[in-house]
């Protein structure tokens, strides 16, 4: 195993099974999608395996190899690929429904692992991000429902194939002599449900990524350069702005970034409750309150400013505008002029100014 190991055999084939696709052509067969989607879970199992194990340092074996760091981001992709669609429950050929493995939560656990790890752990703070972001920028109930509620709309279903080489092989002479029958062509291997309990599975999904927040938030003063304190944080924040829209009257309050930085603070309370089952220790929820509130606080900041960039860049336009020489009709006749009329010109207060401060005023509060 150590030398499979080391000459990157496993890793190949790991890279190889995860870059597997379902054919244009195949698109509608479901069955074969499940199958395809249980071998990437299964080899997913294996990297988990060797990762955890005691006995070999799996990933210093192979983190020298170029092919470790694609692995990496493959399994980052697949996740983020998975997340940014809807997730559904699967509905196979004839109204037949067949398992898909636990592609998720196998590769959110290793992603888990890879945070953790000296090796990666520099690469995996910039490339988490993408991901982690499509988990938190989804509409606060549903986010609630999905990361901090045991009961789950859609789970993963696995299962392992019974398979009967004797009865395949039955088949294949029928099938090559041109004597098939109805009942053999329809005969299919069974298959052993594996999934894992709704509760633990649900809790286990959630507790990865605090744990995923956690070890990229982490700073040991005597392990880790002072550059490196609060870099993820940092990191987050700027994909945040990159991402977020333009800002407007529409978004004056950067919606994405007020979602994110909510649904953090909802999965930060709802993590502790993960402590008691050992799923979490202190520590882990301790570093995601951190980062939290850290957002939260940077949050407030960012919507202010945005706010006042909105309303500063309105009122100047309105100037502009009232600035224009305006056309004057042409008198009938002269008129004598008043001197009692004489005074300041009239001033409009801009409407854009009234609503950019009616928005600072009502400023939903962001969950601490």
């Given amino acids: 195993m150590q030398e499979l190991c080391r000459n990157g055999g496993i890793l190949s084939l790991s890279f190889t099974i995860l870059k597997l696709g379902v054919p244009e052509w195949l698109k509608g067969s479901t069955d074969i999608a499940s199958s395809i989607s249980r071998q990437k879970a299964k080899i997913l199992s294996i990297l988990l395996q060797l990762c955890e194990s005691e006995s070999i340092s799996y990933l210093d074996e192979v983190a020298t190899l170029p092919k470790s760091m694609q692995l990496g981001l493959e399994v980052l ?5 998975a997340f940014g669609s809807k997730q559904k429950p699967a509905a196979g050929s004839h109204d037949k429904s067949y398992p898909v493995g636990s592609v998720l939560i196998s590769a959110l656990r290793l992603v888990d692992v890879f945070s953790d790890d000296s090796n990666f752990r520099s690469s995996f703070i910039t490339n988490t991000i993408p991901f982690l972001t499509q988990i938190l920028a989804t509409p606060h109930d549903e986010f609630v429902s999905s990361w901090c509620s045991v009961d789950l709309p859609v789970m993963e279903d696995d299962a392992n194939l019974d398979y009967d080489p004797v009865g395949a092989a039955d088949l294949a002479l029928l099938a090559a002599s041109n004597m098939l029958t109805e009942a053999k062509v329809n005969y299919s291997c069974n298959f052993r449900s594996i999934s894992m309990p709704s509760i633990q599975y649900a ?18 003063p005597n392990i880790c350069e002072e550059q490196e304190r609060d870099l993820f944080l940092q990191k987050f924040q700027k994909y945040l702005l ?4 333009k800002p407007s009257l529409d978004h004056p309050a950067a919606d994405e970034i007020t979602i994110v930085c909510t649904n953090l603070g909802s999965l930060s309370h709802y993590a502790k409750s993960l402590i008691p089952g050992n799923l979490l220790n202190e520590e882990d929820v301790q570093l995601l309150s951190d980062f939290s509130y850290k957002l939260q606080r940077w949050c407030k900041l960012q919507v202010g400013q945005r706010i006042s960039q909105v309303a500063k860049s309105d009122v100047t336009s309105e100037m502009k505008v009232d600035l224009q020489p305006v056309q004057q009709p042409q008198p009938a006749r002269a008129s004598v002029p008043d001197p009692n009329m004489d005074g300041p010109p009239k001033v409009t207060l801009s409407i854009t100014l009234i609503l950019a401060i009616d928005l600072v005023m009502y400023l939903i509060p962001i969950q601490n």
Avoid at 203 to 212: A, E, G, P, Y
């Fill in 242 to 245: 990159s991402e977020s829209p």
């Fill in 77 to 81: 992709d697949l996740l983020k690929i």
């Fill in 203 to 220: 809790q286990t999904r959630t507790s990865c990524v605090v744990k995923i927040i956690a070890n990229l938030h982490v700073f040991v």
